[in-house]
């Protein structure tokens, strides 16, 4: 079975710092991928970022980068230079590419950014 | 960028009464998804639809639950006879490959 962990429920980080999001995985299949959303106080749920198992490379979107380390099944998130509009919950979430396209996502870390 | 739209926004019922939550998904996407969100609480995917017909289900999308596509652009949720236990912010999304684009949302208020 497929396992999302978000070991962190909240974090705080001062604003101009990067912050690093923990996400690790369970599965058994080879063939998955990895998504991060954000979802700030008006409910909605906004892509960030996806890393595919086979990518060599690590995802990058701008000030968003995902440090993807297979071996140790985890898929942390990296935010730089954290803005105050970075304040919200972020959802590492697994997509399992043989079964419709089902997301199974973690339980959130609540981010604050401090100015 | 195209988006996911979802109507209304929130929606306040009655426990028994039946829902239906709609969605445009993104005109070229295939496959379509919902999921819901109870408060405080992960998101948990109920259904995904592709060519017509459902092709996966969660434990929690029963018989209560049914998906429809019944024109060329929406995709609804119906549910028969909600129960409390039903509020939550039920999302729609939509794919054409790995990548989903979810809407913004219906909250779904059961009194």
């Known amino acids: 079975a497929q396992k999302i962990t978000q070991t962190q429920p909240g974090m705080f980080v001062q604003e101009k710092e990067a912050v690093t999001l923990d996400c690790t995985y369970d599965?058994?299949?080879?063939?998955?991928?990895l998504f991060w959303y954000k979802q700030p106080s008006s409910g909605e749920m906004i892509f960030l970022i996806y890393q595919g198992s086979y990518d060599q490379q690590n995802a990058t979107e701008g000030r968003y980068s995902l440090n993807f380390q297979k071996a140790r099944k985890s898929a942390n998130l990296v935010i730089s230079a954290s803005q105050l509009g970075d304040s919200a919950m972020y959802f590492c979430a697994m997509l399992h590419m043989e079964y419709g396209n089902k997301l199974v996502f973690g339980a959130g870390t609540i981010l604050r950014v401090k100015s | 960028e195209p988006e996911v739209t979802q109507t209304p926004s929130h929606q306040v019922t009655q426990m028994g009464q039946e829902v239906i939550l709609r969605c445009v998904p993104i005109s070229n996407h295939l496959y379509f998804y919902w999921y819901r969100q109870i408060l405080g609480q992960k998101v948990e995917f109920l259904v995904s639809?592709?060519?017509?017909?459902?092709?996966?289900k969660s434990e929690i999308f029963d018989d209560q639950f049914s998906v429809e596509r019944p024109d060329g652009s929406n995709f609804t949720l119906k549910i028969r006879s909600t129960k409390l236990e039903d509020s939550a912010m039920y999302f729609c999304?939509?794919?054409?490959?790995?990548?989903?684009?979810f809407g913004a949302g219906t909250r779904l208020s059961v009194l």
């Open positions: 599965t058994s299949d080879p063939s998955y991928g």
């Open positions: 639809f592709y060519n017509n017909e459902i092709s996966e």
């Open positions: 999304a939509s794919s054409e490959g790995v990548r989903l684009n």
